[in-house]
């Protein structure tokens, strides 16, 4: 019996691993709200092109209370393909933002 047991419980445990894994593999990285405020801004902006890539550039301070979250979009439209840099600046404590630049960058 104690030999049934033993696999029994291994089978049960290692279930339980699997299915929690893809909960935590889809967790949201702490930048993506601004991220979504970058594409809406530039699609703002931008009606006419398309956003084909996305990066993600950092947080860095910005001030003594705020920081500013920074990222490049790379747009497709009227026959070009050009660059956008966003820069939101938030509030370190609350995250609330506090303004938001877009900037096109040519080549």
């Known amino acids: ?19 929690a894994a893809p909960s935590m593999a889809h967790a ?9 405020i970058a594409m809406q801004e530039t699609a ?5 092109a398309d956003i084909i890539d996305y990066k993600y550039e950092g947080r860095f301070p910005s001030g003594t209370t705020d920081a500013e979250e920074r990222f490049v979009l790379w747009l497709r439209g009227a026959g070009s393909e050009f660059g ?12 609330d933002v506090r303004d ?5 960058i040519r080549q």
């Open 84 to 95: 956008v840099r966003v820069r939101i600046r938030v509030v370190s404590d609350t995250g």
């Open 44 to 48: 703002n902006r931008f009606p006419e």
């Open 1 to 19: 019996m104690r030999s049934l047991r033993q696999p029994l419980i291994y089978m049960i445990l290692v279930t339980i691993f699997v299915m």
């Open 28 to 36: 949201e990285p702490a930048y993506a709200k601004y991220g979504r």
């Open 100 to 104: 938001v630049q877009v900037e096109e």
